[in-house]
């Protein structure tokens, strides 16, 4: 719950947010205000449609009030609650002054606290803490699960891995990933009779970027003079100008091997910061000619995780816990806080070249866009890049011209999850609620947002999930 604002359009009434964040098909609101008789309808969360939210005039004082999801009568566990006479019943005071306390309680109470929201008086429960044993058995459970499980398990009964040859035009390349819908490909090399490495989103954004630096315009014919291959030297160049190391090669393909267990190619990708890495197999002793079997991800391994513990999350204590009480992702500072690693976010109206290099620069895969208040309105990606070949887009921009609105107008179809380009959560949301979404396909991460206003909070990535799981 929150107070909008100090007075409302009735004289002594104040506005109240009341939020329900578990979902459901048809969810109400009653109280002592609605005298127990009306059932207010809640409206989902544009969204975010496991969240109900409605907004009703309450008088200073205080008020119970409860749920009705789906034909039953619930109450929110994390807000204050007390058994009434409609049974287990949530509560709230509205102050008019900022000293007043509820009737009922006493700040002394032992056990109790009280938070002040806008002039709101209301009883908080203590956010629950996990003890470095259960974080220990948790972590121990997850290490034995995925240390005793092969990558051969990822493995699809049909489908498809795209891979590219380094000898085709970037041009070419960039039509593929986006007529596909994939952010990345494995090169092959013929000559080598190897994969080689991967061709991502992030190298698009580096050529356009390059380009963008050499010439007013984006020409289809800068980008058809250069391979794959071309490209690759070029980049290896550039990265010994920005690092300064005379020495600088490229990067091998990180990959692995059906029977490399899934905690090593969890690592893998860790370590070396990729989004994927391929699984391949060769018969020959020299590793030639490989298969590409699959491309695995973390959001593949996490779902392996949240199947096999689907029956016995008790035995992960870890998985109940509320985000905001453990060390996961990263949230925008408190007043007064210092952050090692703000939170990147951008209005509409910046420039497409300002979110390239945000994006290159802050080394993220996406950055939230938000309005004034800092209210989600949508994300920028990486791979929102490929939406540039729509229309052969690339040829007719000028990166610092093009707004972020613009530009995911371009790709408004494409990189969507269900329909849905923003994967949300709230801080009050447990670990394995948060799991359980990051496994869909498509979610790379989720931004956590404030019930009802969608102020951005935080942002939890995959990586993010493992590296807390893993301990690293």
Known sequence: ???????????????????????????????????????IPMSPMEGCPTVFQVICSLSPGYHQFKFFVDGEWRHDEHQP?????????????????????????????????????????????????????????????????????TAYELLPESGKVIALDVNIAVKQAFHILHEQGIPMAPLWDSCKGQFVGVLSALDFILILRELGNHGSNLTEEE????????????KVYLSRQID???????????????????????????????????????????????LLLHLATLSEILKCICRHFKHSSSSLPILQQPICSIPLGTWVPKIGESNGRPLAMLRPNASLGAALSLLVQAEVSSIPVVDENDSLLDIYS???????????????????????????????????????????C???????????????????????????SKRVEGIISLSDVFRFLLGI
Not at 22 to 33: A, K
Not at 117 to 132: H, L
Not at 260 to 287: C, E, Q
Not at 431 to 449: F, Q
Request: with cysteine; proline share 6%.
């Open 382 to 424: 990486r791979s929102d890049i490929t939406a540039l070949a729509k229309d052969k887009a690339y040829a007719q921009i000028h990166l610092d011209e093009m707004s972020i609105h613009q530009a995911l107008q371009l790709g408004q179809d494409a990189n969507s999850f269900n329909g849905q380009r923003c994967q949300m």
């Open 244 to 290: 300064g190391n005379a020495g600088s090669s490229s990067r091998r393909l990180v990959h692995a091997g059906p029977y490399d267990s899934l905690k090593d190619v969890a690592l893998k990708i860790l370590k070396s910061k990729v989004a994927t890495v391929p699984i391949t197999y060769s018969s020959s002793p020299d590793g030639s000619f490989p």
């Open 223 to 234: 980008l058809e003079t250069h391979t794959i291959s071309a490209w690759k030297e070029v």
């Open 426 to 452: 709230l801080r009050s949301d447990t670990l394995h609620k948060v799991m359980e979404r990051l496994a869909n396909p498509g979610a790379r991460r989720l931004v956590i947002v404030e019930a009802g």
């Open 81 to 149: 609650f007390v058994n009434g006479n409609y049974g287990v019943v949530n509560t709230v005071f509205i102050a008019t002054e900022p000293d007043m306390v509820p009737p009922s309680f006493s700040p002394e109470t032992p056990g109790r606290s009280y938070m002040d929201v806008d002039d709101v008086f209301i009883r908080s429960e203590p956010v629950p803490t996990i003890s470095d044993a259960d974080l220990e058995v948790s972590r121990n459970r997850i290490s034995a699960f995925l240390s005793g499980h």
């Open 1 to 39: 719950m929150e107070k909008m604002f100090a007075s409302g359009p009735e004289t002594g009434r104040i506005p109240m947010r009341f939020v329900w964040p578990y979902g459901g098909q048809r969810v109400f609101l009653s109280g002592s205000f609605t005298r127990w008789s009306e059932h």
